[in-house]
């Protein structure tokens, strides 16, 4: 079974994430994305991203999108890339683990 990735630049628009010396999540998560889309790309690896711009998404437009590439079988994977600032309190699930090296 072909898998399909959906690949999800976290926060956007409105909503900047961390931010501190400088940098700021939301630029950060959609260059990842950005690299991550165009390296899925080479090794011909279906994806898409949710946003692929400095676009406002709210958590029912995010889920609605996902859905709307490849909808929710087991054959895709969501990939939803955030920078914690650390020191917060949340939680943090993970359903596969993938390691990737890139240089940004």
């Known amino acids: 079974m072909s898998k399909k990735i959906v690949i999800d630049a976290g ?3 409105d909503d900047p994430g961390a931010s501190g010396n400088g940098i700021v999540e939301k630029e950060l998560t959609l260059k990842i994305a950005q690299y991550l889309k165009k390296r899925f790309d080479e090794l011909g ?3 898409s991203l949710t ?3 400095d676009i406002t998404l709210d ?3 995010r889920v ?3 859905l709307s590439f490849y909808g929710n079988g087991d054959d895709v994977i969501v990939l939803s890339n955030h920078i914690n600032a650390g020191g917060g309190e949340g939680q943090s ?3 596969k683990c993938i390691t990737i090296k890139a240089k940004l």
């Open 11 to 13: 926060h956007g628009g």
């Open 51 to 53: 946003r692929d711009s």
């Open 45 to 47: 690896i279906q994806s």
């Open 59 to 61: 958590p029912t437009d």
């Open 64 to 66: 609605e999108k996902v």
């Open 93 to 95: 699930v993970t359903n």
